[in-house]
């Protein structure tokens, strides 16, 4: 073989090393995303608390579902208004601020006298739940590096199933205590993390990404050198923000601030809600589709009512005693917070749409399984009700296993990516509002839903669901692993070389207007 037939040969090039997790980025999203367990909180707190509060305050199940659900559709409220304080206030403050309100709400729960304060006190915290639910996923979204961002941006979810266990714990901690003390004593153990989460969130440095669009280029650049995984990234990254938001890559520092807050204030209060929701561009109607579709699915299945009434369902599949069924709901919080790392260490190795697709499969499979076990109940003799009582639990910690590896972390992930930037508060809160609107329909409904249709039938329902759902991830999500957050729309048919196919979208219609406003100057 001759010199020139060796230099032919490919050499083969082992593949790039994936860079060490940043410690700083890491930092930053650990204690962003420790908002989530207030949430999580007071989801599975409501479990067992309902079962005392129904016997102390003699209300109804029907009062009871409303209480429980109703903290959902409060925090979409919440969650909308998240949205606007976060671009005004900033990502920071706003965190600081979900702790205050739920601390606040967390008081008036435990001590509320009657049923009336007692939803007061729901509404504050349920506010509280929805900036918190909101902001989390978005700055940890904006901070974290693109090598290690699905890994830190499930963060969220984490410390949404540790505080969900949390509440399970405190609903058997204090189940012995007198019934007037016991369900105050869940709701008041709420606001302890609340105090330690506002100062915590003071130590944490503001979203790169917002300081660009208020004009504080040099401090989001120390932010960027601090978080990326190399000076080279951080410069890069600076660069892609600037193109989003509209700025030339060879202005310098005091034209970006002038341009940046001119075109602030001439779009502050209009154009980002028409561009959404009455003139969006043709890949803004796909990632609104594939946003809202998936955080409507994800809790169309009916996830949080599992959470909330896991203590009736162990009684319909045979524990009677309460303290038990309080012990068992245990191992529903035990199976979130322990299966979340599955998708948490998969999400930037085999991708989104992998985890959204064996996680969909296995809900809708489990809880046709979980009805299926259910409804026997009622038709079998009592010699069998035993071991079908043993299928519905293993099947309903196998559905709760399922989501968490899969759909609950990775569809907050995908729904901080897909967005450009001058869009993304506001999507995502229009997004989270979705969820939380879909988290308070099924827990408000449950009860009800279930004397109508059974308890099995309400499974059966969700089940559906889950498998329309799977159908609907099948054919709508791109993958998003690997690209940067100025990169997703091209994913859903954005061309940066092409304004016709662009159809007006963002990145290139907030370039123009910004170099107009440098050109005025």
């Given at each position: 073989?001759?010199?020139?037939?060796?230099?032919a040969?490919?050499?083969?090039?082992a593949?790039?090393k994936?860079?060490?997790?940043?410690?700083?980025a890491?930092?930053?999203?650990l204690?962003?995303?420790?908002?989530?367990?207030?949430?999580?909180y007071?989801?599975s707190?409501m479990?067992?608390?309902?079962?005392?509060?129904k016997?102390d305050?003699?209300?109804?199940?029907?009062?009871?579902?409303?209480?429980a659900?109703i903290?959902?559709i409060?925090?979409?409220?919440g969650?909308?208004m998240a949205?606007?304080?976060?671009?005004?206030?900033?990502?920071?403050y706003?965190?600081?601020?979900?702790?205050?309100i739920?601390f606040?709400?967390?008081?008036?729960?435990g001590?509320?006298?009657?049923?009336?304060f007692?939803?007061?006190g729901?509404f504050?915290?349920g506010i509280g739940?929805?900036?918190a639910?909101m902001?989390?996923?978005?700055?940890t979204?904006?901070v974290?590096?693109?090598s290690?961002?699905?890994?830190?941006?499930t963060?969220?979810?984490?410390?949404?199933?540790?505080?969900i266990?949390?509440?399970?714990?405190?609903?058997?901690?204090f189940?012995?205590?007198?019934v007037h003390?016991?369900w105050?004593?869940m709701f008041l153990?709420?606001?302890?993390?609340?105090?330690?989460l506002?100062?915590?969130?003071?130590a944490?440095?503001?979203?790169?990404r917002?300081?660009?669009?208020?004009?504080r280029?040099?401090d989001?650049?120390?932010?960027l050198l601090?978080?990326?995984?190399?000076p080279?990234?951080?410069?890069?990254?600076?660069?892609?923000?600037?193109?989003?938001?509209?700025?030339?890559?060879?202005?310098?520092?005091?034209?970006?601030?002038?341009?940046i807050?001119?075109?602030?204030?001439a779009?502050?209060?209009?154009?980002?809600?028409?561009e959404?929701?009455?003139n969006?561009?043709?890949?803004?109607?796909?990632?609104l589709?594939?946003?809202l579709?998936l955080?409507f699915?994800?809790q169309?299945?009916?996830?949080?009512?599992?959470?909330m009434?896991?203590?009736r369902?162990?009684?319909?599949a045979?524990?009677?005693?309460?303290?038990?069924?309080l012990g068992?709901?245990?191992?529903?919080?035990?199976?979130k917070?322990?299966?979340?790392?599955i998708?948490?260490?998969?999400?930037?190795?085999v991708g989104?749409?992998?985890?959204?697709?064996a996680?969909?499969g296995?809900?809708?499979?489990?809880?046709?399984?979980?009805?299926?076990s259910?409804?026997?109940?009622?038709?079998?003799?009592?010699s069998?009700a035993?071991?079908?009582?043993?299928v519905?639990i293993?099947a309903m910690?196998?559905f709760v296993?399922?989501?968490?590896?899969?759909?609950?972390?990775v569809a907050?992930?995908?729904?901080?990516?897909?967005?450009?930037?001058r869009l993304?508060?506001?999507?995502a809160?229009?997004?989270?509002g979705?969820?939380?609107?879909?988290g308070?329909?099924t827990t408000?409904?449950?009860?009800?839903?279930?004397e109508?249709?059974?308890i099995?039938?309400?499974?059966?329902?969700?089940?559906c669901?889950?498998?329309?759902?799977w159908?609907?991830?099948?054919?709508?999500?791109?993958?998003?692993?690997?690209?940067?957050l100025?990169?997703?729309g091209?994913?859903?048919?954005k061309?940066?070389?092409?304004?016709?196919?662009?159809?007006?979208?963002?990145?290139?219609?907030?370039?123009?207007?910004?170099?107009?406003l440098?050109?005025?100057?």
């Amino acid at each position: 073989m001759s010199s020139t037939d060796a230099d032919a040969v490919p050499v083969a090039v082992a593949p790039a090393k994936r860079p060490p997790i940043n410690k700083y980025a890491f930092a930053c999203a650990l204690l962003a995303s420790m908002n989530s367990v207030l949430l999580g909180y007071d989801i599975s707190v409501m479990s067992g608390a309902q079962l005392f509060m129904k016997e102390d305050l003699k209300i109804t199940d029907t009062q009871i579902e409303i209480l429980a659900g109703i903290i959902s559709i409060y925090s979409l409220l919440g969650s909308l208004m998240a949205g606007l304080t976060s671009d005004w206030l900033g990502r920071r403050y706003t965190m600081v601020l979900a702790a205050a309100i739920f601390f606040t709400g967390a008081l008036l729960m435990g001590l509320a006298p009657n049923y009336a304060f007692l939803m007061a006190g729901r509404f504050v915290a349920g506010i509280g739940v929805g900036y918190a639910l909101m902001i989390a996923p978005v700055y940890t979204a904006e901070v974290a590096p693109t090598s290690s961002r699905g890994f830190l941006t499930t963060f969220p979810e984490v410390f949404n199933n540790f505080g969900i266990l949390l509440g399970y714990v405190s609903n058997f901690a204090f189940a012995r205590l007198p019934v007037h003390l016991s369900w105050r004593a869940m709701f008041l153990v709420g606001a302890v993390p609340p105090v330690f989460l506002g100062f915590a969130v003071l130590a944490m440095p503001e979203s790169p990404r917002w300081l660009v669009m208020r004009g504080r280029i040099e401090d989001a650049r120390r932010v960027l050198l601090r978080t990326s995984d190399s000076p080279e990234e951080a410069e890069e990254r600076l660069l892609d923000i600037k193109k989003v938001v509209g700025i030339p890559a060879d202005a310098t520092d005091a034209d970006d601030v002038v341009a940046i807050v001119r075109a602030n204030e001439a779009a502050r209060g209009q154009g980002v809600w028409r561009e959404l929701l009455i003139n969006p561009s043709r890949p803004v109607r796909r990632m609104l589709v594939a946003g809202l579709g998936l955080m409507f699915i994800q809790q169309a299945t009916g996830v949080d009512c599992v959470v909330m009434y896991s203590p009736r369902v162990f009684e319909k599949a045979g524990m009677k005693n309460r303290t038990n069924s309080l012990g068992a709901s245990m191992a529903v919080g035990a199976c979130k917070t322990f299966f979340i790392p599955i998708a948490t260490l998969l999400l930037d190795r085999v991708g989104r749409r992998p985890l959204l697709l064996a996680s969909g499969g296995g809900m809708a499979i489990f809880l046709f399984t979980l009805a299926t076990s259910l409804l026997m109940l009622d038709r079998r003799p009592e010699s069998e009700a035993k071991a079908l009582g043993a299928v519905s639990i293993v099947a309903m910690l196998s559905f709760v296993a399922s989501f968490a590896s899969g759909l609950g972390p990775v569809a907050w992930v995908y729904c901080s990516e897909i967005y450009p930037l001058r869009l993304r508060a506001q999507a995502a809160a229009i997004g989270t509002g979705l969820n939380r609107l879909m988290g308070g329909a099924t827990t408000m409904s449950f009860l009800s839903l279930s004397e109508a249709i059974t308890i099995a039938g309400s499974f059966y329902l969700y089940a559906c669901v889950a498998a329309a759902g799977w159908v609907f991830m099948y054919f709508f999500l791109p993958e998003t692993m690997g690209q940067s957050l100025e990169d997703t729309g091209k994913l859903f048919g954005k061309d940066m070389d092409d304004g016709d196919t662009d159809d007006g979208a963002v990145v290139h219609h907030e370039r123009k207007r910004s170099t107009e406003l440098i050109t005025q100057q």
